[in-house]
Each structure stands twice: as C-alpha cells, then as structure tokens.
C-alpha cells in the first residue's frame, strides 16, 4: 500500500506525526508531497520536515491513498492549490482512498467529493462542510473516505486508516507495539 500525504505550510504536527508513524510501523510506504515548490516544509508549531517529493513531479499512478492533514494555515494552503484538488479528484474517480483529519474535510467538501457521503470534521468548520451527513464521531468511515476531528482523535484516525487498508491484525500488533489505550 502506497500513501501520498500531502504537505503544506502550517500543517497540525500531531495530525502528521502519529499517522506518518503508525502506517510505517505497520507496513505501508508513506510518501511525503510537498504541494510547494520546496521540499522544506513547516508546521503550525515550528516543526519543520524535509518531503520526499514536490507533488508537481509525483506519479499520481503509483499510490493507493491520499492524506490531507489539518492544520488552520495547512488547510488554507491545502484548499487553495489547484494541484491538490485535481489529486484528489483523480483518487476519488479512481476509487482511491483518501484520508482527512481536523479541518482537511473542507479541502474535500470544497472538490465536491462529499455531498453524497458522511463525514467529520474539526469542531466549528461543519458550517463550512458540504457533505450528506454531519456527525460528531471522532472518526468517520463512508466507503473509501475517512475524516476526523482533530489532533486528540489523531490515533484512532490512524489506526482506523490502518485497519482499512492493511486490516485489523495488523492494526492491532500496532495498537501493542506503541501501548495504545
């Protein structure tokens, strides 16, 4: 399994970290896209990573999921690129995954990829979210599209992506390996 996790400026640590961890721990190749044009990227908190790749130069074919994390500036930036919109939209007619956490559901919701299915998102963006059903689960899971609150809910986000697609024994030898509640 192949996971492009899309990188702006201003992403929300936690919603990158535990993810990026979990999924690697358990086996599946996590790419990192910077949506810039620099592989220098900086979080909401200062925490600044070095991507893989600049999504311009990816190979969109080679990758089964797509994640957006949160982020208010992370987000914003995320929302505003053409290039992450076509990416998702490609995924979703392609019957990808795609994986979005805190206010990353807007990024979806704005593509029109969520108004025939449920979803979450960071509490006081629902306002904003275009979908079929709202709710308040931590974690959401309509077909192929997983959302979720925000950083506190970081961990079952990742391994509810994980049991998805690498399946719940897997998951679970994760949940021991790190003494997850």
Do not use: H
């Not at 201003?10 to 996590?30: A, I, K, M, S």
């Not at 979803?119 to 629902?126: K, Q, S």
């Not at 992506?161 to 690498?166: F, K, T």
Request: with cysteine.
């Amino acid at each position: 399994m192949q996971i492009l996790f899309l990188m702006a400026d201003g992403f929300e640590e936690t919603e990158f970290v535990t993810p990026f961890d979990y999924w690697q721990r358990g086996g599946l190749n996590v790419t990192l896209a910077s949506i810039s044009d620099s592989l220098s990227v900086k979080g909401k908190l200062g925490l600044r990573i070095q991507a893989d790749i600049l999504l311009k130069d990816a190979d969109l074919a080679q990758f089964d999921a797509v994640t957006l994390p949160g982020g208010g500036l992370g987000v914003k930036n995320l929302a505003a690129s053409d290039a992450v919109e076509a990416t998702i939209k490609q995924f979703d007619a392609q019957g990808k995954w795609l994986f979005a956490i805190c206010a990353a559901p807007l990024v979806l919701s704005k593509a029109g990829l969520l108004k025939d299915r449920k979803c979450t998102c960071f509490p006081g963006c629902e306002g904003d979210l275009v979908c079929k059903q709202f709710l308040t689960d931590r974690v959401v899971v309509d077909g192929k599209v997983i959302t979720s609150r925000g950083a506190g809910s970081a961990e079952e986000f990742a391994f509810e992506c994980l049991a998805q697609v690498a399946g719940r024994e897997i998951c679970e030898k994760i949940r021991e390996q790190v003494v997850a509640r």
